[in-house]
T-cell receptor
Framework: GDSVTQMEGPVTLSEEAFLTINCTYT??????LFWYVQYPGEGLQLLLK?????DKGSNKGFEATYRKETTSFHLEKGSVQVSDSAVYFC???????????FGTGTRLLVSP | DAGVTQSPTHLIKTRGQQVTLRCSPK?????VSWYQQALGQGPQFIFQ???????QRGNFPDRFSGHQFPNYSSELNVNALLLGDSALYLC?????????????FGSGTRLTVV
């Protein structure tokens, strides 16, 4: 079945450092790929998405490129802020009924 | 524009009891999905409702059931609660009329089974 694998956390960075969170997937067909963010005590917020190979999703300085050849969708940001501290989830949705399959999440901690 | 509303925000139940969680979707959305998020884990898909019918179901036992009303709101029912049912239950709404996959999540209901 479909699955998503994320790098384990926590990822601890200083403010203004470069961020990469790795995500790889296994799926039949051509899924859409997503990054969601969860702040403490809150639900999930869509950060960015890509619906086909080579698409780049971007939002709030975060970027991720849909790489079909490596089945990856790594999240990057050039300069993190303390306010970026949260848990980040990579997810996919295969064509059809829009069910989301999530990774286990990666906690990001950014210190001043 | 109100987003997804879930109620209650927290509740505590005893093993063996039954619980009902409620979700109102974002305005304009007609599809509701439910997810279970155990502590430190990613959300797991429970089921999805569209046109008042269960359209797809994840790997959850029959103790988990749901309902969608004509106004698109939804309920999640869990019978014979187990300690392992303790989790954050998330509702997500979306629309079936676009290919946008624009899910909107609620803030969740934190269920504790003691």
């Amino acid at each position: 079945g479909d699955s998503v694998t994320q790098m384990e956390g926590p990822v601890t960075l200083s403010e203004e450092a470069f961020l990469t969170i790795n995500c790889t997937y296994t799926a039949t067909g051509y899924p859409s790929l997503f990054w969601y963010v969860q702040y403490p005590g809150e639900g999930l917020q869509l950060l960015l998405k890509a619906t086909k190979a080579d698409d780049k999703g971007s939002n709030k300085g975060f970027e991720a490129t849909y790489r079909k050849e490596t089945t990856s969708f790594h999240l990057e940001k050039g300069s993190v802020q303390v306010s970026d501290s949260a848990v980040y989830f990579c997810a996919l949705s295969s064509t059809g009924f829009q069910k989301l399959v999530f990774g286990t999440g990666t906690r990001l901690l950014v210190s001043p | 524009d109100a987003g997804v509303t879930q109620s209650p925000t927290h509740l505590i139940k005893t093993r063996g009891q039954q619980v009902t969680l409620r979700c109102s979707p974002k305005s304009g959305h007609d599809t509701v999905s439910w997810y279970q998020q155990a502590l430190g884990q990613g959300p797991q898909f429970i089921f999805q409702y569209y046109e008042e019918e269960e359209r797809q179901r994840g790997n959850f036992p029959d103790r988990f059931s749901g309902h969608q009303f004509p106004n698109y709101s939804s309920e999640l029912n869990v019978n014979a609660l187990l300690l392992g049912d303790s989790a954050l239950y998330l509702c997500a709404s979306s629309t079936s009329t676009t290919n946008n996959y624009g899910y909107t999540f609620g803030s969740g209901t934190r269920l504790t089974v003691v």
